[in-house]
């Protein structure tokens, strides 16, 4: 089945450093990325979505200059927390898929990361 | 504003002990709605899409049925392996597609 490979599944660093996390769709094309952040005991708070060809769209109140996405092909997505602080310390999660194979004749559903624990310090 | 309500937010069970999971959900055009499983410290694991009201899937212990304005998700005489948080999702024609989660059913079977 399609898989999706996160990296790293944890880093910790100092505040004010960058810290990018990678996301690769094997055996599938991802022409939809999605990136979410989760914190305990809570659901997944999506950040922001990207579609081939086109930038990123960002969710209300997530500042797109500190989150940088950068869905570089179609196998390939990135984000790039840039001076990071404690409170930017979470779970970090990607997802990916074709949208157009989301239809009513299909069973297709996205496919998820396994999750990048981040911890400023 | 597009919405996505789960409930209960925890559900104890007892081996064997049949229950649904509810999913409701408010958002214009419609174009899918999905389950997925969710472990501690994984990422979310997809279970079933559901496109349309009546529409039913099935998956050993699990079935996933949809009407318009809500979801079930039947769990037949779980076991402890089933323990695991369950999210709905629904994602819509417009907006880029975006997929909205809910906030999730944390469900414990104990044997």
């Known amino acids: ?121 | 504003e597009d919405q996505v309500t789960q409930s209960p937010e925890a559900l104890r069970l007892q081996e064997g002990e049949s229950s649904s999971l509810n999913c409701s959900y408010t958002v214009s055009g419609l174009r899918g709605l999905f389950w997925y499983r969710q472990d501690p410290g994984k990422g979310p694991e997809f279970l079933f899409t559901l496109y349309s009201a009546g529409e039913e899937k099935e998956k050993e212990r699990l079935k996933a049925t949809l009407t318009k304005k809500e979801s079930f998700l039947h769990i037949t005489a779980p076991k402890p392996e089933d323990s695991a948080t369950y999210l709905c999702a629904v994602t819509h024609y417009n907006q880029g597609g975006k997929l909205i989660f809910g906030q999730g059913t944390e469900l414990s079977v104990k044997p």
């Open chain 1, 1 to 121: 089945g399609a898989v999706v490979s996160q990296h790293p599944s944890w880093v910790i660093c100092k505040s004010g450093t960058s810290v990018k996390i990678e996301c690769r769709s094997l055996d599938f094309q991802a022409t939809t990325m999605f990136w979410y952040r989760q914190f305990p005991k809570q659901s997944l708070m999506l950040m922001a979505t990207s579609n081939e060809g086109s930038k990123a769209t960002y969710e209300q109140g997530v500042e797109k200059d500190k989150f940088l996405i950068n869905h570089a092909s179609l196998t390939l997505s990135t984000l790039t927390v840039t001076s990071a602080h404690p409170e930017d310390s979470s779970f970090y999660i990607c997802g990916g898929g074709d949208r157009a194979l989301v239809r009513p004749d299909s069973s297709y559903g996205y496919t998820f990361g396994s999750g990048t624990r981040l911890t400023v310090v």
